[in-house]
């Protein structure tokens, strides 16, 4: 079966992603979001929960009573703490400071595609799709660990999802049948000092001196010490100290992350940076400390199996020179704690198109996509269903615990 037997609305994608773009909200805290994607589901009666799985979560089920197989697709809906610069844009964010910057609401507005697109044809599907709108993929605690621990993926046989980026030209397939994401974890590093007038340094302890060091530190280790054929990315992206031109800093304060291929690789890493700050501390006099935002993200892989399957669906709806190969990026994603559970495939969508000013990075205050894509989106996660109703050859489904 093909996908254009599936009803698939642009314009109703478009009002839908501007609508989330111009009321972005952050973590968990997702009112509007999910009263949005309620009110679409409700629209043609498909069956969802919500808060089942955490606060603000929606799981949809199409075909409920079908329990032979099933596909899941997810799509995380949260926003980012940045202030939009897309001031010609009739869609820009009207929440202050809070903007949707790495796509998530494209993400939602094509999960909800793809929930009216199946539904509108689920006499002819043989298996059940469990559609997952997940909040939190930006902060921690991670949506979808929380989600999984609440069991969300016991009655999944494997979970697909996409990501767009402005990297890709519009309507561009990638993935890979290996590791798509690096792990990451953020840290905080605190080095303390004493004031002094700044005509007298001796008198006092400067931590601002303490900080540069430690900053210089981390460029030597990522530089010497790692092997060139790792992937090892340790980025301070704040750095705080002091208060006044006449006194120096009794306190410095580092934040950033780190972002490794492998896991050993991480524990070393957290291990090796701890161990410059300690040894810095003890030379400039300061006190110290290092702290993490918890257990480092997993980094997240294909299953081959699932890998095969997919790009014979994308194939379909976009040809074989728009599927190309996705390479791994030291970018994470919480996506990984479903692949811990169950067979997953992560994809990228091409939405880059400098004539619509879509070509900045994610993450950044002038992101933009080209929506024409959304639509591609949609029939790609519709075709892989319609092509894997059945189950998919090769792949191996751990068997339910307990």
Same mark, same amino acid.
């Given at each position: 079966?093909?996908?254009?037997?599936?009803?698939?609305?642009?314009?109703?994608?478009?009002?839908?992603?501007?609508?989330?773009?111009?009321?972005?909200?952050?973590?968990?805290?997702?009112?509007?979001? !999910? !009263?949005?994607?309620?009110?679409?589901? @409700?629209?043609?009666?498909?069956?969802?929960?919500?808060?089942?799985?955490?606060?603000?979560?929606?799981?949809?089920?199409?075909?409920?009573?079908?329990?032979?197989?099933?596909?899941?697709?997810?799509?995380? &809906?949260?926003?980012?703490?940045?202030? @939009?610069?897309?001031? #010609?844009?009739?869609?820009?964010?009207?929440?202050?400071?809070?903007?949707?910057?790495?796509?998530?609401?494209?993400?939602?507005?094509?999960?909800?595609?793809?929930?009216?697109?199946?539904?509108?044809?689920?006499?002819?599907?043989?298996?059940?799709?469990?559609?997952?709108?997940?909040?939190?993929?930006?902060?921690?605690?991670?949506?979808?660990?929380?989600?999984?621990?609440?069991?969300?993926?016991? #009655?999944?046989?494997?979970?697909?999802?996409?990501?767009?980026?402005?990297?890709?030209?519009?309507?561009?397939?990638?993935?890979?049948?290996?590791?798509?994401?690096?792990?990451?974890?953020?840290?905080?590093?605190?080095?303390?000092?004493?004031?002094?007038? =700044?005509?007298?340094?001796?008198?006092?302890?400067?931590?601002?001196?303490?900080?540069?060091?430690?900053?210089?530190?981390?460029?030597?280790?990522?530089?010497?010490?790692?092997?060139?054929?790792?992937?090892?990315?340790?980025?301070?992206? +704040?750095?705080? !100290?002091?208060? +006044?031109?006449?006194?120096?800093?009794?306190?410095?304060?580092?934040?950033?992350?780190?972002?490794?291929?492998?896991?050993?690789?991480?524990?070393? !890493?957290?291990?090796?940076?701890?161990?410059?700050?300690?040894?810095?501390?003890?030379?400039?006099?300061?006190?110290?400390?290092?702290?993490?935002?918890?257990?480092?993200?997993?980094?997240?892989?294909?299953?081959?199996?699932?890998? @095969?399957?997919?790009?014979?669906?994308?194939?379909?709806?976009?040809?074989? #020179?728009?599927?190309?190969?996705?390479?791994?990026?030291? $970018?994470?994603?919480?996506?990984?704690?479903?692949?811990?559970?169950?067979?997953?495939?992560?994809?990228?969508?091409? &939405?880059?198109?400098?004539?619509?000013?879509?070509?900045?990075?994610?993450?950044?205050?002038?992101?933009?996509?080209?929506? #024409?894509?959304?639509?591609?989106?949609?029939?790609?996660? =519709?075709?892989?269903?319609?092509?894997?109703?059945?189950?998919?050859?090769? &792949? =191996? =489904?751990?068997?339910?615990? $307990?």
């Amino acid at each position: 079966m093909d996908y254009t037997m599936a009803p698939i609305n642009q314009e109703e994608l478009v009002r839908i992603r501007r609508q989330l773009h111009m009321y972005p909200e952050l973590k968990w805290d997702l009112p509007l979001t !999910a !009263a949005l994607v309620k009110e679409e589901l @409700e629209k043609v009666g498909i069956d969802f929960v919500a808060g089942q799985y955490g606060a603000n979560t929606i799981v949809a089920t199409i075909n409920p009573e079908i329990t032979c197989f099933t596909i899941g697709i997810r799509a995380d &809906m949260d926003a980012l703490p940045i202030l @939009e610069s897309n001031h #010609d844009r009739p869609y820009r964010s009207r929440h202050e400071g809070v903007m949707h910057a790495c796509g998530h609401d494209a993400h939602a507005a094509m999960l909800i595609g793809v929930a009216k697109a199946l539904y509108a044809i689920r006499d002819k599907l043989t298996c059940r799709v469990k559609l997952l709108f997940q909040p939190c993929e930006e902060g921690r605690p991670s949506g979808a660990r929380t989600m999984c621990e609440h069991g969300v993926m016991e #009655d999944i046989d494997c979970i697909i999802t996409c990501h767009v980026n402005c990297v890709d030209d519009v309507h561009v397939i990638s993935s890979n049948p290996a590791t798509t994401n690096c792990s990451s974890v953020a840290f905080k590093v605190e080095l303390g000092g004493y004031s002094a007038h =700044v005509a007298t340094p001796h008198a006092g302890v400067d931590a601002l001196a303490a900080g540069v060091k430690v900053y210089s530190g981390i460029q030597q280790i990522i530089s010497r010490e790692v092997d060139p054929f790792d992937t090892c990315v340790m980025s301070v992206a +704040t750095m705080r !100290a002091g208060g +006044t031109v006449s006194t120096n800093a009794d306190q410095c304060v580092l934040e950033g992350s780190l972002r490794c291929l492998k896991d050993k690789t991480m524990n070393w !890493a957290r291990e090796r940076l701890t161990k410059l700050v300690r040894l810095t501390a003890e030379e400039c006099g300061v006190t110290w400390n290092v702290s993490w935002s918890g257990e480092p993200l997993p980094s997240a892989h294909n299953d081959p199996a699932l890998y @095969e399957a997919f790009i014979v669906s994308a194939r379909k709806v976009v040809g074989r #020179d728009k599927v190309i190969i996705l390479p791994t990026s030291p $970018g994470a994603d919480d996506f990984a704690y479903y692949q811990k559970e169950k067979p997953g495939l992560l994809f990228g969508l091409g &939405m880059r198109n400098e004539e619509k000013g879509a070509c900045h990075p994610a993450h950044t205050k002038d992101w933009d996509i080209d929506e #024409d894509a959304l639509q591609t989106g949609v029939a790609v996660f =519709v075709q892989f269903v319609l092509d894997n109703m059945g189950g998919i050859e090769g &792949m =191996v =489904v751990p068997k339910k615990k $307990g």
